[in-house]
């Protein structure tokens, strides 16, 4: 097992309803397994941050299901900017 610090930002932390926690995963889990337990968690509202958020994993942008978890991750919701 290892113990994760998951960030939430803007719309994220809204479904949350929190800016941050530490999560106790298998220390084989992935992006996926990260996506599901939010998922499971925070219902309809993180589903909709999830389905076009991204995850900053250890300061790496990771869209991939089976990239793997780190010690830090952060979840971003979709940015409008110019």
Excluded: C, H, K, W
Excluded at 6 to 26: K, M, N, P, T
Excluded at 37 to 57: H, P
């Amino acid at each position: 097992m290892a113990m994760v610090t998951v960030r939430y930002f803007a719309a994220a932390a809204e479904a949350a309803g929190r800016e941050e926690e530490q999560l106790e995963l298998g220390s084989d889990a992935t992006v996926g397994t990260l996506r599901d337990l939010l998922r499971q968690r925070y219902g309809a509202a993180m589903e909709r941050v999830l389905r076009s958020g991204s995850f900053l994993v250890d300061g790496v942008v990771r869209r991939s299901p089976g990239a793997a978890i780190g010690a830090n991750v952060d979840v971003l919701p979709p940015f409008a900017g110019g």
